[in-house]
């Protein structure tokens, strides 16, 4: 592995009885064009976990859904037999049909199945932390998570589970996993431009619940684009590096989770994301979500 080189931008926060850095790998892009089948480059695939790992990242997000199975045999073979800093969040409530689809697979059974195609691809006998995904492939979606939830923590009183969380959740869906059982995480669409979570992010915040934005730089309009881009040009940075920055500045509740499938991207992530913004810059970036 890799001798850290890097100092990990925003230190650590606790899922519930599990230490994480801020700074944390998504292995989504791993997979195959549009999250189906292998990687192109298999060899480079493995490269990035170990770097990741190597930098100092503890916290890898993932899914059986993904490729599918295609991420999870690439931790597994690059990582396995894991350390025991090392914590791996998977999700369950989606599934991959043959046309690359994402359809909804909620009921006891499925999630049941998607628990132990989870533990048996990644090597593990427990799961550190289950994402609950909720909504669809265009968002969030109103409803009760009551039945699916009690089943993940069905999974997780037979020892199956270490932690709970919510993917794609709304706010009321949030609060309602929150009387159901302790949740350590809720991953959510979210960034400078989709600022839609603020509040729920700060109420997390003061629970010590962790908030996991995916789609750093999703849905920028040209204008929002734009705006982001001028602040990097007078930082001399990238907008990625801009939007990691302001997202770890944002609250300390906040990990984050950017994905590449290249070693030097990653580094380029990782030093981004330790970018010191002034009061200055967050002022005028806070105005592009507004």
Known sequence: MSTPSLALPGGTWALGDLTVTRFGYGAMQLAGPWVMGPPADREGALAVLREAVGLGV??????????????????????????ETLHIVTKVGATRDAQGDWPVARRPEDLR????ENLKSLGLDVLDLVDLRLGNAEGPQPGS??????????????????????????????????????????????????????????????????????????????LQSSALSAVAVRLESTPMSVALAWLLQRSPNILLIPGTSSTAHLRENMAGAGLALSHEDLTELDDIGR
């Open 58 to 83: 503890t916290h890898i997000d993932t899914s059986d859904a993904y490729g599918p199975r295609v991420t999870n045999e690439l931790i597994r073979e690059a990582l396995h037999p894991y350390s």
């Open 145 to 222: 998570l009551a039945e699916a939830l009690e089943t993940l923590v069905e999974l997780q009183q037979q020892g199956l589970i270490r932690h709970l969380g919510v993917s794609n959740a709304t706010e009321e869906q949030v609060a309602e996993a929150q009387g159901i059982a302790p949740i350590v995480c809720v991953q959510n669409l979210y960034n400078l431009a989709h600022r839609h979570d603020d509040k729920l992010i700060d109420r997390l915040a003061t629970d010590g619940v962790a908030y996991v934005p995916f789609f750093p730089l999703g849905g920028f309009t040209p």
């Open 113 to 116: 199945r998607q628990v132990h």
